[in-house]
């Protein structure tokens, strides 16, 4: 972890070297722009050097050091895995992976537009000191069509599809495209591999992957490896139109960047995200029997979590006088097995 945290600050600084204006003022434009305009393409902002190197300075490490969460958190036991990035952008999950695995051994990155790649890659070699990286192939391709134009020669072990989704468009309009794509890139995996796909943690974009979940359970012959448990035919979270089920990965920030968070008025304490990891059916995985699937709630001296399982939602409820506390002390996505916490269960 320490060492994703340097890579952090040596991003930052790097980034501050590369143009003369602001960059934290260059952050917060990014930021709105990001958050407020999500149709514009990520390859307009590149075309701008202020936006470009806050981009690559600031969002870079924080995408790569989630994606290397998610992928530590599945505990694949893999040497130098085959990596395929799709919808790459500036390179933030072959980065992830990076540090996640310390070493790669054939990676292809696909994208429909070359330059966030090629600036990413030219980035990162600027802040990894250890060169290890390996030689990183790029496609330029539409993720819409055709596999044969992005496929690449090697099985991959892992995929990648971060926040690349979200941006085909959300709702039923756009969902057989999706499905397309995630059925070709799980058609390229290794016998063993893993297919991540990554998406922002909001409602519409989260609800939108928690349908192609249940599309993967009951109707593709794929093994859902993560977050959900084993057994779950249905999202219980779809019921309720006011849910959704993301993750709130544990993230100590760099100490040198807090005050820079605190300067532009961005709360960085964790890492939000929704996911899907999926294999092929026999690879071997086995999904964790329970998960947390909602904030802390407290009153009247009880605290309690919802957390998904293969009997449904249950509530975990747990005294704050207890001296054994577990519930206070777990996230939403946090994952273990419910024999642990059996006696948690309140009856309904
Ligand atoms: C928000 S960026 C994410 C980049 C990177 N994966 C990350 O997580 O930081 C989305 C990327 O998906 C690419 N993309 C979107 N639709 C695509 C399509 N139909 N074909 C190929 N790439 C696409 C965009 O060009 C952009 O680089």
């Known amino acids: ?42 390859s307009q902002y590149f075309r701008k050097p ?30 130098a895995p085959k990596v395929l990035d799709l919808g790459a952008g500036p390179l933030s999950g072959i980065l992830g992976a990076h540090l996640a695995f310390g070493k790669l051994s054939e990676v292809l990155a696909v994208d429909q537009d070359l330059g966030p790649m090629k600036a990413g890659l030219e980035f990162i070699q600027g802040i990894l000191k250890d060169k290890s990286l390996p030689n990183i192939k790029f496609a330029r391709a539409n993720l819409k069509g055709p596999p044969k134009y992005w496929k690449p020669r090697f099985k991959p072990d892992l995929i990648i599809m971060a926040h690349v989704l979200n941006e085909f468009g959300s709702g039923e309009r756009y969902i057989e495209d999706k499905k397309t794509l995630i059925a070709h890139a799980e058609n390229q995996l290794a016998p063993k591999g893993i297919l991540l ?16 979940r249940d599309w993967l359970y009951q ?55 929704s996911y899907l990891a999926i294999s092929k059916q026999g690879a071997g995985y086995k999904p964790t029997n329970c998960r947390i699937v909602s904030g802390p709630m407290s009153a009247r001296g009880v605290h309690r979590r919802y957390a998904c399982t293969p ?4 509530t975990l409820a747990q005294s704050e ?16 097995e419910l024999n642990q916490a059996k006696r948690l269960i309140e009856k309904p």
């Open 50 to 79: 202020a936006l470009r190197r806050a981009y690559l300075g600031y969002y870079l490490p924080l995408y790569a050091n989630k994606i290397a969460q998610l992928i530590k958190s599945l505990n694949i036991k893999l040497e």
């Open 1 to 42: 972890m320490a060492k994703s945290m340097n890579l952090e600050y040596q991003a930052f600084q790097l980034a501050e070297s590369k143009h003369p204006s602001d960059l934290k003022k260059d952050i917060q434009m990014l930021w709105s722009a990001l958050t407020e305009e999500r149709s514009t393409e990520l």
């Open 197 to 212: 796909i990554v998406e922002p943690a909001s409602k519409v974009p989260t609800r939108d992957l928690m349908r192609l």
């Open 219 to 273: 109707e593709t012959p794929v093994e859902i490896i993560a977050p959900c448990p084993p057994k779950v035919e249905t999202c219980p979270l779809l019921k309720d139109r006011n849910n959704w089920c993301h993750a709130e990965l544990n993230y100590k920030r760099p100490k040198e960047l807090l005050n820079i968070d605190l300067q532009i008025g961005l709360n960085r304490d964790s890492l939000k995200c």
């Open 321 to 336: 006088r207890d001296k054994n506390q577990i519930l206070s002390k777990l996230t939403r996505g946090d994952a273990f």
């Open 311 to 314: 009997e449904g939602l249950l």
